[in-house]
Each structure stands twice: as structure tokens, then as C-alpha cells.
């Protein structure tokens, strides 16, 4: 099992920037993708960024439309930390902000069901 706990999130002003945090715990090794979701108050979960490793060790990122440029998602130099760095916030950037992770990876990436351990979430407010 894996434990997943975000932090780094906070209010901003359009513009600025966040670097969320995910730590993981448990059986970190057997992660083999990730994800940062978000959810905005009467708004569907939607994936923004995951990070992908390959049975050679190769690792892929992706990022839906609405981000890519301004986030960027990276591993610590260990399996147990997740980033998302966030640059050019803007308002429609506010949401609680999910960590999640699968050892099977079995699906898309941005398909919920596809990931088996979530954490609590992160609110970012930008105003």
C-alpha cells in the first residue's frame, strides 16, 4: 500500500507561482506513474500533469492543454517525492490539487480510475 500527502499549496496573486509537493510513503517502488489532478468547486476531477517510467527506466511527462508551458512535473532524486511546478498562475488555476499514483498504470492518464492511491489534496487560490 501507498500513502500519498500533498502540500505546497497556497493563495497567489495572477502571475505567480507554487511548487506543490507530493511525499510518498509505503511501497514506493512500485509506482510507476503519477499524477497531479485538480478539482474546482462544482467542476469534474481533470488531470493537468503525469509522469510516466517505463519498464527501461524511461521516463515520460504529459500535461493537458490548459497548462502545458506554465506546470511542470518532476521526481526527487528519490521514488518518495512528486513536484508540480507551477509558473503564470491564473485565476482559473484555483482548485484543490491531487496527488495520485498506480503501480499498474493500467489506463490513460487522465482517467481517475487508472491511478489506486490518492492523497488529501492542496487548495490553490488565485486571485
Known amino acids: 500500500h501507498v500513502q500519498l500527502v500533498e502540500s505546497g499549496g497556497n493563495s497567489v496573486q495572477a502571475g505567480g507561482s507554487l511548487r506543490l509537493s507530493c511525499a510518498a510513503s509505503?511501497?514506493?517502488?512500485?509506482?510507476?506513474?503519477w499524477a497531479w489532478f485538480r478539482q474546482a468547486p462544482g467542476k469534474e476531477r481533470e488531470g493537468v500533469a503525469a509522469?510516466?517510467?517505463?519498464?527501461?527506466?524511461?521516463?515520460?511527462?504529459y500535461y493537458s492543454n490548459t497548462v502545458r508551458g506554465r506546470f511542470a512535473i518532476s521526481r526527487g532524486n528519490t521514488e518518495n517525492t512528486m513536484y508540480l511546478q507551477m509558473d503564470s498562475l491564473k485565476p482559473e488555476d484555483t482548485a484543490m490539487y491531487y496527488c495520485?499514483?498506480?503501480?499498474?498504470?493500467?489506463?490513460?492518464?487522465?482517467?481517475?480510475?487508472?491511478?489506486?492511491?490518492w492523497g488529501q489534496g492542496t487548495q490553490v487560490t488565485v486571485s
Open positions: 495520485a499514483a498506480s503501480a499498474s498504470c493500467d489506463g490513460t492518464s487522465w482517467r481517475t480510475k487508472t491511478y489506486d492511491y
Open positions: 509505503g511501497s514506493t517502488a512500485s509506482i510507476s506513474c
Open positions: 509522469f510516466r517510467v517505463n519498464n527501461n527506466g524511461v521516463t515520460y511527462a
